[in-house]
């Protein structure tokens, strides 16, 4: 069958920047930079206000719409949660129940991103328009098949997706104490110690400021070709998204870039250098040995505080709005290892440092087991699946290795 014959094939819209009263806090407005890999539901960064509802009736698309980017960035994808316009970026289908399930045609759709990106026309920004869409040929098993197929493949989705909750929890939570405790300077015991005035701001007594050079070491230890391991496992730029480290690529290191160069070890914290305003941090947690990172990173190591504090500083809206300011040139803004050693840090007494720590670093270690623990499910769950939209493996082993899995 034709995807069209499956549903109503849809091709987004985008409201004009020169009428802002159609944005708002309604409806959610999906682009492809609201879509990511490790979540088969968009992050909307805006949405439509009442008129700009009105304005989109006719291409805002239900919940369960299959979306996928066919300009530029084919093959990105997502299921609605929510009614949703997407833009013009991106054609979606309106999955009709009685001829499929709306999972399922995610995942066969997924299942030939290569084929279908191949067909795109155009050199310099490939296009696949809404007739070649839905065009697109499948062989559709009957429905009960779906239904068993969708629901092996969505119980590893929805795992992954209770983890990045949970993430998400642990994250708003160690942010949250840093912020009550380092930024309103609401820690235990504040009504008993004074706030002084300083020319860097207020500070409690007994508090200091320090630059980042004095509290920790940047750019610590870079890895020698002599001494490199055969294999090592790469974290680039693009690898990092805010927060997290979205994936490590294995290599033979003879056959790794020259930037694989920056040794990184238990708290270590990235920072990309390029474009500080798209927050590419992380912090490494228990890396194996062979693990290195680019060197378009500048890498900070704790030493005169602990690296859950340090993290939650270097990673404050005051922290990368200092790295915006001081980021050179206008095509790839970038800082340097100077810009974060001359960088201010509050150091807080010791004792309230560890306080936060023993607080703090537990839930960082746990949100990372949750993310390591996703990427396994993602393996497993993209190994299964070429193999089951094809029929190469049946629904009843799929099952059996799913109830494994669990």
């Known amino acids: 069958m034709k995807l069209s014959e499956l549903g109503v094939i849809v091709t987004g819209r985008t409201p004009p920047t020169s009428n802002p009263e159609l944005l708002g806090n309604g409806t959610a407005f999906v682009t492809p930079t ?46 609605t949660r929510e009614p949703t ?65 969708a629901s092996i493949l969505g119980a590893y989705d929805d795992l992954i997706e209770v983890n990045q909750r949970r993430i998400a929890v642990l994250e708003e939570m160690a942010r949250g104490l840093f912020d009550e405790w380092f930024v309103r300077f609401r820690f235990p015991g504040h009504e008993a110690v004074s706030i002084l005035g300083t020319p860097s701001g207020p500070m409690p007594q007994g508090w200091r400021n320090d630059t980042l050079g004095n509290v920790a070491a940047i750019n610590a230890a870079s890895l020698r070709p002599a001494n490199a391991p055969s294999e090592i496992g790469y974290i680039d730029i693009s690898s990092v998204s805010p927060g997290k480290i979205d994936t490590i690529n294995h290599m033979p290191f003879a056959e790794a870039p020259g930037r694989a160069r920056r040794i990184v070890t238990d708290g270590s914290i990235l920072w990309s250098n390029v474009r500080p305003n798209r927050r590419s941090f992380a912090v490494v947690l228990d890396p194996k040995p062979e693990i290195v990172a680019s060197t378009g990173f500048t890498v900070l190591d704790a030493r005169e505080t602990s ?57 960082l270690r746990l949100a990372d ?38």
């Open 307 to 363: 690296f859950a504090y340090l993290y939650h500083w270097v990673t404050t809206d005051n922290f990368v709005g200092y790295l915006v300011g001081n980021a050179q040139g206008a095509a790839y803004p970038a800082v340097t290892a100077a810009t974060f050693e001359r960088a201010a840090i509050l150091l807080p007494p010791a004792e309230l440092v560890k306080r936060f720590t023993d607080f703090s670093e537990p839930m």
């Open 34 to 79: 609201d879509i990511s890999e490790h979540s088969i539901y968009a992050v909307p960064q805006r949405r439509l206000s009442p008129l700009g509802d009105a304005e989109f009736q006719r291409t805002i698309l239900p919940t369960d719409a299959v979306c996928f980017t066919c300009i530029a960035s084919i093959g990105k994808m997502c299921l």
């Open 85 to 149: 316009l997407t833009n013009q970026q991106i054609n979606s289908i309106i999955v009709d129940p009685a001829r499929a399930d709306p999972r399922w045609t995610f995942y066969a759709l997924k299942s030939m991103r290569e084929e279908i990106a191949a067909i795109a026309s155009g050199s310099a920004t490939p296009i696949i328009n809404k007739t070649a869409f839905g065009n697109i040929q499948f062989s559709v098993p009957s429905l009960p098949t779906q239904r068993r197929i």
């Open 369 to 406: 087991s949750l993310q390591k623990a996703n990427g396994s499910l993602a393996t497993s769950r993209d190994l299964l699946l070429p193999r089951l939209i094809s029929g190469q493996l049946s629904v009843a082993e799929a099952e059996r290795q799913l109830e494994e899995a669990a």
